[in-house]
C-alpha cells in the first residue's frame, strides 16, 4: 500500500503542474484525466483527509492525505473524542488580574472620558441656571488697571531693565579686570538684592497696583532674578576657565545670524567674553529658559504654521481660563466664605470638594497654555532649539518626580545653580532637597502675600509640607498608589490654599461690610 503511493503521489502533483492555469472541475475531475477511481473511503476518513490537505501555490489542495487513507498516526479514542468535543475550558486569569497580562484598557479611558465631560456639562449647567451669565470681558480690565491712565505694573517692568543692564555692565568690568571678582561678587549680590526688594516695596506701597498686576509683574522680577543669578555665575565659571588656562572656548551662547547658501539661517559660534553684548543679554532675557549658555541650540527657521497654532491656543485659552474663573470659580468662593466664618466644619469640607474641580481644571489648562503654547510661541520666534518645558509628571509615582517633571526650566535651575553646589561643598541629599523645597516656598510666598499685601505663609507652609509628603510617598506607595497620592495632593491641596487666602483677604477688605 506504501508503494503504491509513493509511485501515485508525485506523479498525480507532476500531472497538475503541466495542466497549470487549466480550469479543473471542483469534485475530483483529475482522478477521470488520470483514467482511474477515486478510492473508496468512509465518510470519517474523508473528513480527516479534508482537514488535512496542504494548500498548493495555485490554489488548490494537495492529495497527499487522499492518497494516504491510513495514517500512520496512533487514531484516537472515543473518550478522548469525546472529552474533546465537550470541553470549553482553559487555565487563563480574569482580564482585569494583573496576572493576565491584560493592558488595552481603551475602552474604559474613554468611558471615564465620557462620564468627566457629562459630569462637569450637568456642573456648568446647573451654575448658568443659578448665576446666570456672569462672564465680563470690561470686568477683567479692572483685575489690571484701577485707573485707566495709571499703569504702575507695566511701568514696574520697565524699569527692571536697569538692573538687567546692571548685571551686563558688572560682567563687562569684571571681564576686562577693571574690579576684582570680591568686589564684582558685591555688586551682583546688591544687585539681584534690589532685584526682589524694590518691586515688593512698591507693590506695596502703590495703592493703584492691582493684586493681579502685582502677581505679574512679581513673577517677572521672579524670573529676572533667576536668569542674571545664572548669568553671573556662567560667566564666573568661564573666568575660571579661561584662569586656569584653558583651551579658549569654541562655543557660545548667542551669536549674530550669518546667511547660508540655501536662504536659512546660520548661527556662529561666540566665547568669552565675546557673548557680553546687549543681544546676547537681551535675547537670554527673553529666551523661555533660566539657565544661561554662551551658544543656545537653535531651531533652523521659524515654522509659521506652528506659530499660527500656538498663538491660537494662546488667545482661545486665555479667554477659556478668564471664564472659567468668572463663572465658576469665583462664585463657589463666595458661596464658601460663610461656612468658613461659622466654622462649620461639614459645609467647609463640602465647599472644599466642590472647589477643587473647577480649580484642578483651571490648574489643567493653565499648564497647557503656558508651558506648552506660550514657551513653545516664544521659543518658535526666537528659534530656540530647546524645547523639553516639562515632562511626563502625569505618571509621577511620587512627589519629588512630579516637582523635578512638571516645570523643566525651574528644575534645571535648582539642579545647576543650587541642588548640585550644595552636594560638592558636603552638603547630604535630603538637606540639599530640603533647601530646595525652602527656596520653592519663598517665592510661593513672594508671589502671593506681597500682591495681596497680607503675610499668612499658607503657601509657604503648604510648600514645605511637600517634604514629608515626598518622604512617606516614596517610602510607603509605590505604583498606581504612589500616582493617586500625587494627583489627590494636586487637586485637594490647591484648593485649601486657595481658600485660605481668599478667607482672609475676604474678612480684611469686607470683614466689616458683613
Not at 6 to 23: L, M, N, Q, Y
Not at 43 to 61: F, L, M, Q
Not at 120 to 147: C, H, M, T, W
Request: glycine content about 6%; hydrophobic content about 45%; charged content about 15%.
Amino acid at each position: 500500500m506504501s508503494e503504491k503511493a509513493d509511485t501515485g503521489g508525485p506523479a498525480t502533483r507532476r500531472r497538475r503542474t503541466t495542466v497549470s492555469g487549466v480550469k479543473q472541475q471542483a469534485n475530483g475531475s483529475k482522478w477521470h484525466d488520470a483514467g482511474a477511481k477515486p478510492p473508496r473511503c468512509s465518510a470519517k476518513t474523508k473528513a480527516a483527509a479534508e482537514a488535512s490537505r496542504p494548500v498548493g501555490p495555485d490554489g488548490e489542495v494537495g492529495t497527499k492525505q487522499e492518497e494516504l487513507p491510513h495514517s500512520a498516526k496512533k487514531p484516537r479514542s472515543a473518550a478522548e473524542d469525546i472529552t474533546d468535543r465537550l470541553s470549553c475550558h482553559v487555565l487563563q486569569e480574569s482580564l482585569l488580574s494583573s496576572a493576565s497580562g491584560y493592558s488595552n484598557y481603551r475602552g474604559i479611558l474613554n468611558w471615564c472620558v465620557v462620564m468627566l465631560v457629562l459630569s462637569n456639562a450637568r456642573l456648568f449647567l446647573e451654575n448658568i441656571i443659578k448665576y446666570g451669565i456672569l462672564v465680563d470681558p470690561i470686568q477683567v480690565v479692572s483685575l489690571f488697571l484701577k485707573d485707566p491712565y495709571s499703569w504702575p505694573a507695566a511701568c514696574l517692568i520697565i524699569v527692571s531693565n536697569m538692573f538687567i543692564l546692571s548685571a551686563l555692565y558688572i560682567e563687562r568690568r569684571l571681564a576686562v579686570g577693571t574690579i576684582s571678582e570680591t568686589t564684582g561678587w558685591i555688586l551682583h549680590t546688591f544687585n539681584l538684592t534690589c532685584l526682589l526688594v524694590f518691586p515688593s516695596a512698591t507693590v506695596l506701597s502703590v495703592t493703584s497696583i492691582t493684586p493681579v498686576g502685582g502677581v505679574i509683574s512679581l513673577a517677572i522680577y521672579s524670573m529676572l532674578f533667576l536668569k542674571l543669578y545664572s548669568y553671573q555665575d556662567s560667566n564666573k565659571w568661564c573666568r575660571e576657565i579661561r584662569q586656569a588656562k584653558a583651551k579658549r572656548l569654541t562655543r557660545s551662547y548667542s551669536c549674530p545670524d550669518v546667511p547660508q547658501s540655501n536662504g536659512s539661517a546660520v548661527h556662529s559660534l561666540v566665547s568669552y567674553p565675546g557673548n557680553l553684548t546687549h543681544r546676547d543679554m537681551y535675547y537670554f532675557v527673553c529666551a523661555p529658559t533660566l539657565c544661561y549658555q554662551l551658544n543656545f541650540p537653535r531651531s533652523p527657521r521659524i515654522r509659521k504654521r506652528f506659530l499660527l497654532r500656538r498663538l491660537f491656543e494662546m488667545l482661545f485659552l486665555m479667554q477659556l481660563l478668564v471664564g472659567l474663573i468668572q463663572q465658576w470659580m469665583v462664585p463657589t468662593i463666595q458661596n464658601s466664605m460663610k461656612p468658613f466664618q461659622e466654622m462649620d466644619f461639614s459645609r467647609m469640607v463640602e465647599r472644599l470638594l466642590k472647589l477643587a474641580v473647577p480649580n484642578h481644571l483651571i490648574w489643567l489648562i493653565f499648564f497647557y497654555w503656558f508651558f506648552h503654547s506660550t514657551m513653545n510661541f516664544v521659543a518658535e520666534l526666537l528659534q530656540f532649539g530647546d524645547r523639553e518645558f516639562y515632562r511626563d509628571w502625569w505618571n509621577s509615582e511620587t512627589v519629588t518626580y512630579f516637582w523635578a517633571n512638571w516645570n523643566i526650566p525651574v528644575h534645571k535651575w535648582c539642579l545647576r545653580h543650587f541642588y548640585k553646589p550644595m552636594l560638592k561643598k558636603g552638603t547630604n541629599k535630603f538637606m540639599a532637597q530640603t533647601a530646595v523645597f525652602l527656596v520653592s516656598a519663598f517665592f510661593h510666598e513672594y508671589l502671593v502675600s506681597v500682591p495681596l499685601k497680607m503675610f499668612r505663609l499658607w503657601a509657604f507652609m503648604g510648600m514645605m509640607a511637600q517634604v514629608p509628603l515626598a518622604w512617606f510617598v516614596g517610602r510607603y506607595l509605590n505604583g498606581n498608589n504612589g500616582n493617586a497620592a500625587v494627583w489627590m495632593s494636586l487637586i485637594i491641596g490647591q484648593p485649601v490654599a486657595v481658600l485660605m487666602y481668599v478667607h482672609d483677604y475676604y474678612v480684611i477688605h469686607h470683614g466689616n461690610t458683613t
